[in-house]
């Protein structure tokens, strides 16, 4: 079974930086693609940015280019895919969702299995 667990997640003022944590189980380097999602109240969820498990290769949204960097690793049978935000702005405020899909892309329905979020807030 597919279990994604996202930690890190913080109040912090803007231009700072966080790192976001996804802890994968349940499959191995090349069975899925990983993204990283941010919703804010009344507003659709929003890709930005994946990993490709099997090559390393990532794709972010225009929003968050140059200021954010996803990576992975593995540690036995656990995967971990890192958000590392930085010069952080006010608008980078919402709930951020780590997800894995069969597909490659910042569209949510492209994603199969999602985490609980975890809460970024950034304070001006």
């Known amino acids: 079974e597919v279990q994604l667990v996202e930690s890190g997640g913080g109040l912090v003022q803007a231009g700072g930086s966080l790192r976001l944590s996804c802890a994968a189980s349940?499959?191995?380097?090349?069975?899925?693609?990983i993204g990283w999602f941010r919703q804010t109240p009344g507003k659709m969820r929003e890709g930005v940015a994946c990993?490709?498990?099997?090559?390393?290769?990532?794709?972010?949204s225009n929003s968050v280019e140059d200021r954010f960097t996803i990576s992975i690793s593995s540690d036995n049978a656990e995967i971990t895919v890192v958000l590392q935000m930085n010069s952080l702005k006010c608008e980078d405020t919402a709930v951020y969702y780590c997800?894995?899909?069969?597909?490659?892309?910042?569209?949510?329905?492209?994603?199969?299995?999602w985490g609980q979020g975890t809460q970024v807030t950034v304070s001006s």
């Open positions: 997800a894995a899909g069969s597909n490659y892309g910042l569209g949510a329905d492209l994603y199969d299995y």
């Open positions: 349940g499959f191995t380097f090349g069975d899925y693609y």
């Open positions: 990993i490709n498990t099997a090559d390393g290769n990532t794709f972010y």
